[in-house]
């Protein structure tokens, strides 16, 4: 069992070693690269729609964005019905969404909206865990690899947690997103979710330190494409304070991701370009509402256009139609609901390249 200090918090270890400073260089640099080309596309809330849509499928590790998509779709239209996959996938979107905004307006991660939106993944407001007995287990072996503090120290650790994300630090901001999202693992405070309230903090303090105007890097696929590592890195630290690999191995995921999610804003912004210039060419209902539906919605339907455009929607289906019948989007019957795809953009959300590890 380890003899980790979670007390010591945070660590008084020298941090920045040069192993680390070098993987600070290279993270920087691809999230600089990153805040910049996300600004050249004009409506943010397109790339946070589709991004965070991504991010809400890598992060419950469902397959691929159709399952995604409908899963949100179903949950949408029939939340009481909508099966756990769909519910998670549609609370993973919203926690993020309510995240953001909060820290957003108040330019602060408080512990208000961690509960906030650990509540919103899980669907209830137990809060903090309350009774003993959480255990980290080795998922091959079931060994029990950590034991969490007891409920009753969760609160005072959370409120110092709480302010190391405000205070002044010499520390690196990027350092500081590995540290705090090793400490959150590791107080554990919650019973269930501590993972993906986990990569949404790390999103948020990006967001708060202003690293990025929006939330779009997302580390969940580079997590889950290197489970072992990062659990081997989380432990690493608890079992001898070896917090060097740990720190390489979040900085190298932010460097990848940031790298990975610039290239994939840029194809999206030629996509847009060239739906924009042939739209405009042959339908004289072009206006940049549409495209920015059909960007923000990949699969989109008439109820989002009628919306989005405040048309009827027997103009909303009209357009639609012209548009599938043009193979530009495709028509694509669910339920009793039809769906129009933007396939292009799906291919390039979801037919992902391997991210270099
Ligand atoms: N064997 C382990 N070694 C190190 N860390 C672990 C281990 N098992 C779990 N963890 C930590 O706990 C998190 C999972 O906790 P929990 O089940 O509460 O969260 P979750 O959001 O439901 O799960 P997930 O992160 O798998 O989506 C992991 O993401 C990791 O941070
Ligand atoms: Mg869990």
């Known amino acids: 069992m380890s003899t980790y200090s979670i007390m010591l918090f945070p660590p008084a270890d020298s941090l920045e070693t040069d192993v680390v400073l070098r993987a600070l260089v290279s993270a920087h640099r691809y999230l600089a690269e990153l805040k910049g080309v996300a600004r050249t596309i004009p409506n943010e809330g397109l790339l946070i729609s589709t991004l965070s849509l991504q991010e809400a499928q890598s992060s419950s590790e469902i397959e691929n964005i159709i399952t995604t998509q409908d899963a949100l779709y179903k949950y949408q239209i029939q939340p009481q019905n909508a099966d756990p996959m769909s519910k998670e996938v549609a609370y993973y979107a919203e926690g993020l969404a309510i995240g953001f905004k909060q820290v957003r307006d108040s330019g602060l991660l408080t512990l208000n909206t961690i509960l906030a939106v650990q509540a919103v993944l899980e669907g209830n407001d137990a809060g903090f865990r309350k009774t003993p007995g959480t255990e980290l287990k080795n998922e091959q072996t079931g060994e029990v690899v950590y034991e969490p503090p007891s409920p009753e120290e969760v609160p005072e650790m959370m409120s110092v947690l709480e302010r190391f994300i405000h205070d002044d630090s010499k520390l690196d ?41 929006m939330p779009i890097l997302y580390l ?12 081997q890195g989380l432990q690493q630290v608890r079992d001898n304070h070896d917090w060097e690999p740990w720190l390489v191995y979040m900085l190298h995921g932010v460097a990848v991701t940031a790298r990975h999610t610039t290239r994939l ?30 960007f923000r919605h990949p699969y989109t339907k008439v109820a989002f256009l009628e919306h989005d455009l405040t048309v009827s929607r027997a103009t909303a289906t009209r357009y639609l139609d012209a548009l599938s019948a043009d193979g530009i989007l495709h028509k694509h019957r669910l339920g009793r609901e039809n769906y129009y795809i933007n396939r292009a953009l799906v291919e390039l959300l979801f037919n992902l390249p391997e991210l270099d590890k």
């Open 173 to 213: 901001p990027l350092v500081r997103m590995a540290l705090i999202h090793h400490q959150f693992e590791t107080i554990h405070p919650f019973y269930d979710g501590n993972g993906r309230t986990g990569r949404i903090v790390n999103i948020l303090f990006l967001v708060k330190e202003g690293l990025l105007d």
């Open 220 to 231: 969940s696929r580079y997590i889950s494409q290197t489970k072992s590592a990062y659990y």
């Open 265 to 294: 804003i840029e194809e999206i912004r030629v996509l847009l370009q060239e739906y924009k210039q042939r739209i405009r060419k042959d339908y004289r209902f072009y206006s940049q509402d549409l495209i920015n539906n059909i």
